[in-house]
């Protein structure tokens, strides 16, 4: 492990300049913290906090000199690397003669500053979704191979963080090139710094550092122990599948849907939902078509239409959907669970559904059940 | 060789600003291709030549709000192949909808020195109350895209790519944090069709519903949050009841909380 300075971090992102990278990270835009062009580390929200709730997030503005001392904002990779709309091709001619033409695919270099674990997880999954299968998603991969990750371990979690229970966060554990951890204590403020690729390590020749000592090591690990006791939700993941599969029919979906919008929110915020639709539009005069792909949400009524309408009219089956499959169903897809505790979904939903809070009432409902079924509906009580 | 004739396409005008059918001459850089491809046949707005029908497409702005627009709508109809209905007041009576909510022979004598020289209906209508309506473009005023895709898709006979979902997926495509959220900000936008392409939370400002209930609009959970946001009744009331008050769910959700603030109002008077 090695130490970076603070007055020392501009040289970072110097060097990702002069490695022709654009540089992005977090930048505060209308209330919040998202992702942007980042000239130098004046342009990084020092001092900045985030407080976030179902459906509530604030920032707060405090005396710390550190720059990434706050979780995840709306924005995540997913934006970068899987663009909301994409060209897909373009069509010229009449009814019998046209020719198609593919739009070259736009993949910037781009070096990404203060990436979170969870969002490095959420890549993770992303790359098995759209570049592991035989037919990778040509977009996707062009742009994912043209990045360099900068990862910063979070110093703190959020009220609706909860990675430790997801076992993916709060400490970057893969998938960066370089990793962080912000120290800032009796007046000295630095980073550790770690490289996990090539690419990082070349990274690492060109910075001024100097090895890290045992005293700074331990501090490095109180923030990132500190950020994990202090995780506002958790969910128990033991046996989740089951809890899912056998709850189909739980009145709990009804319940929800009272509350749910079905404005597609949370799935728009996931890092990991990768839905998209499909539309063709032609020009007036029929000398033109462009075929574009576009983000689209299992919430929307036109997503499960078939011939004769949609499968899921309710708003009860469409929750029940989004959520079976990102907490269960996903595990038998792509061999893990599709939610990486973000707490995008919870933060960002306009009243504030909780996932992990729904989980946990199917869980005890699932119990209820079996308690009844071993001692009889006397039980019951104990619920 | 044999060229098919070219569409007739005429645009009628109801109670209404104007604003959609001009959103046809705001096209610009599609107006040539538009006039290269139907024959604009009736279109005071853009032209005084006048065809005599029947037309191919007839577009309709504005409410029906006399008796003499609902006889003329009737005419309209018979005349044309395709209706289709542009803008808020077409599609669900518009901000002069309101009247529905009020006395209108009160209003009269309020406003005009001879309120015996107008002729008006008690009640605002939709078109669709009226004849029966092939498609209808939403917003106040309506995407000048939409209405050239509703033309472009039935004239090379495919399905209008136009958006039935909320705001929400807009403000997240376009990468704008919500409004709501992050600021506290009321805003329609969950329970309001897509269309705009989220104009307003862009701005930082929250969703006037301007295109009408999306396709699932739980109107109830919004406005709980609203109230818990700190919302008065009658403002809620107030949000639901503008350009779409008439259209099915806000006009329930704005009358439920128009009652619960009369009720609230009463309460706070009692004890005096």
């Known amino acids: 492990m090695q130490v970076l300075m603070r007055e020392d971090f501009d040289t970072l992102i110097e060097k990702l300049q002069g490695a022709d990278y654009e540089v992005i990270g977090p930048r505060i835009r209308e209330g919040a913290i998202v992702l942007d062009t980042v000239d130098s580390a004046g342009d990084l929200p020092a001092g900045w906090t985030d407080e976030q709730e179902g459906g509530r997030y604030t920032l707060h503005k405090t005396d710390s000199p550190s720059l990434f001392h706050y979780t995840v904002g709306p924005a995540s990779l997913k934006s970068f690397l899987y663009p909301s709309k994409s060209l897909l091709c373009r069509v010229y001619g009449g009814h019998n003669d046209f020719d198609v033409e593919e739009p070259e695919i736009e993949a910037p270099r781009r070096a990404f500053v203060g990436v979170r674990a969870c969002e490095l997880h959420a890549m993770a999954i992303q790359d098995h979704v759209f570049a592991g299968g035989r037919h990778p998603d040509p977009v996707y991969t062009a742009r994912r191979n043209n990045i360099f990750l900068v990862a910063v371990n979070c110093s703190k979690a959020g009220n609706t963080c909860f990675c430790a229970s997801m076992g993916t966060g709060p400490e970057a554990t893969a998938h960066y090139d370089l990793a962080l951890t912000e120290v800032v204590e009796d007046g000295t403020h630095y980073f550790l710094i770690d490289a996990g690729t090539k690419a990082g390590r070349s990274m690492l020749d060109e910075l001024p550092l100097r090895p890290a000592r045992a005293a700074e090591e331990e501090a490095g690990a109180a923030v990132v122990r500190n950020a994990a006791e202090s995780m506002g939700r958790s969910m128990d993941t033991e046996g989740i599948e089951d809890v899912f599969f056998e709850n189909l029919e739980s009145p709990l979906w009804q319940e929800v849907a009272e509350r749910c919008l079905t404005c597609a929110n949370c799935t728009m915020a996931c890092p990991t939902c990768f839905c998209s639709t499909v539309e063709d539009i032609s020009t007036i005069d029929n000398d033109m078509a462009e075929r574009w792909r576009v983000w689209d949400s299992c919430f929307t009524t036109n997503f499960s239409y078939v011939f004769g309408g949609a499968i899921r009219k309710a708003s009860s089956s469409r929750y029940r959907h989004w959520i079976t499959h990102k907490l269960a169903a996903w595990q038998e897809q792509f061999g893990t669970p599709g939610c990486v505790g973000c707490g995008r979904c919870i933060t960002w939903c306009p009243v504030g559904i909780d996932i992990t809070e729904e989980a946990a009432v199917l869980r005890r409902q699932r119990e209820a059940r079996q308690g009844e079924a071993r001692y009889g509906a006397g039980t019951r009580t104990a619920y | ?272």
């Not at chain 2, 853009?46 to 009737?74: F, K």
């Not at chain 2, 609203?226 to 009841?241: N, P, Q």
Request: include cysteine; glycine fraction near 8%.
């Open chain 2, 1 to 272: 060789m044999h060229t098919p004739r070219k569409p007739k396409l005429a645009v009628w005008k109801f109670a209404s600003c104007d604003g959609c059918q001009l959103s046809l001459l705001d096209c610009e850089d599609e107006l040539l291709a538009v006039a290269n491809t139907v024959s604009i046949a009736y279109f005071p707005e853009a032209t005084r030549a006048v065809v005599d029908g029947p037309y191919d497409i007839s577009l309709v702005e504005g409410s029906i709000s006399t008796g003499e627009d609902a006889e003329r709508i009737q005419m309209i109809r018979d005349e044309s192949n395709l209706l289709i209905t542009i803008g808020a007041c077409a599609t669900s009576g518009g901000i002069q909808g309101l009247r529905n909510f009020a006395n209108v022979d009160q209003y009269i004598s309020t406003v005009y020195a001879h309120p015996e020289y107008i002729h008006t209906l008690r009640n605002v209508s939709p078109i669709s109350q009226h004849v029966f309506v092939d498609y209808e473009v939403r917003g106040c005023p309506i995407n000048k895209y939409h209405l050239v895709e509703v033309l472009a898709a039935h004239l090379a006979g495919r399905r209008p790519n136009i958006p039935s979902y909320s705001v929400c997926v807009e403000c997240k495509r376009r990468g704008t944090s919500c409004v709501m959220v992050a600021h506290g900000t009321p805003c329609m936008g969950p329970v309001t069709q897509a269309g705009c392409g989220a104009i307003c939370p862009a701005y930082n400002r929250g969703c006037y519903g301007c295109y009408g209930p999306s396709e699932e609009p739980n109107t109830q959970a919004l406005s709980a949050w609203w109230t818990k946001l700190g919302v008065e009744d009658a403002d809620i009331a107030r949000s639901y009841r503008s350009y779409n008050a008439l259209s099915g769910v806000f006009r329930r959700e704005g009358s439920r909380y128009a009652k619960k603030a009369a009720a609230g109002a009463t309460n706070e008077e009692r004890p005096q």
